[in-house]
């Protein structure tokens, strides 16, 4: 079946960098786009970024630019996502997702935990 | 960035009510609007998309309506596997953004 399996649980310090990965099964892979939302805890979901698989593009928001890098393996079926510089408020769960019809999302991960804490 | 507000944030209805959640867009965004359901410790998961496209295997009693800045979801008979928290996603532009987020709660 389709699914995306990311990695598992993370706790960083502040200004550390933590790698979550995502690996893709079931559907052509280097055919899509892997996008990736946070949440914190009580809190809404928020993108990050997104990679078109096939040719490597990346575009990132804002808020994140100069902080978060999102790369793939395309042999591996493996997106990355790199974020740097962490603080306190990167605490949350990190998902990837599968982009559907260039405007939604109809495949998830389980969530990455990454927790920042001295 | 695009603002989506939902409301109510929560609402309480029994099983077999018919629920509305409305999602207000802060620009037009045709029809790019999804919606999904999350439960506890789970990943969103996609109910509707094109603002009123079922995602296959979704239950027919969930339906979305809506263009430019206004839109719906609606359950029209409540059932026990429906409680959890809606959010509503524009996907018109770059960063996409998400509603704060609607419970649904037993009553």
């Known amino acids: 079946q389709v699914q995306l399996v990311q990695s598992g649980a993370e706790v960083r310090k502040p200004g550390a960098s933590v790698k979550v990965s995502c690996q893709a099964s079931?559907?052509?892979?280097?055919?899509?786009?892997i996008h990736w939302v946070r949440q914190a805890p009580g809190q809404s979901l928020e993108f990050l970024g997104w990679i078109n698989v096939g040719n490597g593009d990346t575009k990132y928001s804002q808020r994140f630019q100069g902080r978060v890098v999102i790369t793939r393996d395309t042999s591996a079926g493996t997106a990355y996502m790199d974020l740097s510089s962490l603080t306190p408020e990167d605490t949350a769960v990190y998902y990837c997702?599968?982009?559907?019809?260039?405007?939604?999302?109809?495949?998830w991960g389980q969530g990455t935990m990454v927790t920042v804490s001295s | 960035d695009i603002q989506m507000t939902q409301s109510p944030s929560s609402v309480s209805a029994p099983v077999g009510d018919r629920v509305t959640i409305t999602c207000r867009a802060s620009?037009?965004?045709?029809?790019?609007l999804a919606w999904y359901q999350q439960k506890p410790g789970k990943a969103p998961k996609l109910l509707i998309y094109s603002a009123s496209s079922l995602q296959s295997g979704v239950p027919s009693r969930f339906s979305g309506s809506g263009s430019g800045t206004d839109f719906t979801l609606t359950i029209s008979s409540l059932q026990p596997e429906d409680f959890a928290t809606y959010y509503c996603q524009q996907g018109n532009s770059f960063p996409r953004t998400f509603g704060q987020g609607t419970k649904v709660e037993i009553k």
């Open positions: 620009q037009g965004i045709s029809n790019w």
């Open positions: 079931g559907y052509s892979f280097t055919n899509s786009a």
């Open positions: 997702t599968r982009d559907w019809t260039y405007t939604a999302y109809d495949v």
